[in-house]
């Protein structure tokens, strides 16, 4: 069954420093999101991208973040110069429609 | 700003009974909700959704039901099994785009043998 894969599963960084989290979503999806959830939290979207440009952000999603989708497979969100409250796990999902999105295992990020 | 709420951190059900998950919004302009599992260490995976067209939406033992005048949907899951035991999101789209998608909080479901 196919599926959404993210890499790497856990990543640690000093404050400061730029991130890159990388995503392969299924391949006939159209739609491309990125999520996160702060541990003890809720779920919060932060992007949503179609057609090769994001479509949707939350007020999460600042000049800090930029999403790109650089080979038509890879999927990447980054992270230009990490706080301690970006600690959280990262969720890429893709979708064929955006009614519903299948979900990748996830990256934990920690900031330190 | 909670827009999506799920007032219940937990509940504990018997196998093979009922399980009944609620949710709460409070934005009018939803008109796409879906309900999302989550087992630790995992994504959440996609369950059911409905529409705000919709009243109900039933999938094998997932039922959904939407209360658009009381803003208010619940999941029931029958008969409930152990591997339900699992953390439910209850979400919902449509403001400004199907795009995005707002989660509530989440419940924790113990399906207890």
């Known amino acids: 069954e196919p599926e959404v894969t993210q890499t790497p599963s856990h990543q640690v960084t000093q404050m400061g420093q730029e991130v890159i989290l990388r995503c392969v979503p299924i391949s006939n999806h159209l739609y491309f999101y990125w999520y996160r959830q702060i541990l003890g939290q809720k779920v919060e979207f932060l992007v949503s991208?179609?057609?090769?440009?994001?479509?949707?952000k939350s007020e999460i999603f600042d000049d800090q973040f930029s999403v790109e989708r650089p080979d038509g497979s890879n999927f990447t969100l980054k992270i230009r110069s990490t706080k301690l409250e970006d600690s959280a796990m990262y969720f890429c999902?893709?979708?064929?429609?955006?009614?519903?999105?299948?979900f990748g295992q996830g990256t934990r990020l920690t900031v330190v | 700003d909670q827009q999506v709420k799920q007032n219940s951190p937990s509940l504990s059900v018997q196998e093979g009974r009922i399980s009944i998950l609620n949710c709460d919004y409070t934005n009018s302009m939803f008109d796409y909700f879906l309900w999302y599992k989550k087992y630790p260490a995992e994504g959440p995976t996609f369950l059911i959704s409905i529409s705000s067209i919709k009243d109900k939406n039933e999938d094998g033992r997932f039922t959904v039901f939407l209360n658009k005048s009381a803003k208010h949907l619940s999941l029931h899951i029958v008969p409930s099994q152990p591997g339900d035991s699992a953390v439910y999101f209850c979400?919902?789209?449509?403001?400004?785009?199907?795009?995005?998608?707002?989660f509530g909080p989440g419940t924790s479901l113990s399906v207890i043998p």
């Open positions: 979400a919902a789209s449509g403001e400004t785009s199907y795009d995005k998608v707002i």
């Open positions: 991208f179609y057609n090769n440009e994001i479509s949707e």
């Open positions: 999902a893709s979708g064929m429609w955006n009614t519903e999105a299948f």
